[in-house]
């Protein structure tokens, strides 16, 4: 599926605000408090959605999510979202 970015959907316009909900390390769970953030979406009607990225630290350690798509199927990731309704 290709989508030229002139096209509305494939266009893109400034980053929203960045906002770091937390850091992990390999081996470990990590917990991610995503309500305030789902809540602003919700009040403001703007849902940029989430990305999940990593950073190269100043030890050139680089941190990543390993997707289905992830060549050892070992280290395959898990993300386990947990949601409640606003009622």
């Known amino acids: 599926w290709w989508m030229p970015w002139t096209m509305p959907g494939g266009d893109y316009g400034p980053g929203g605000v960045p ?6 390390k390999v081996g470990t769970w990590l917990r991610l408090d995503v309500t305030a953030a789902v809540e602003d979406m919700l009040r ?3 849902n940029q959605g989430f990305l999940i990225n990593s950073t190269v630290n100043a030890s050139g350690v680089h941190y990543g999510l390993a997707t289905k798509e992830y060549w050892d199927p070992s280290k395959l990731g898990y993300i386990r979202v947990y949601f409640r309704t606003a009622s």
Not at 19 to 24: D, E, P
């Open 44 to 46: 403001s009607g703007e």
């Open 19 to 24: 906002n770091h909900l937390g850091s992990g």
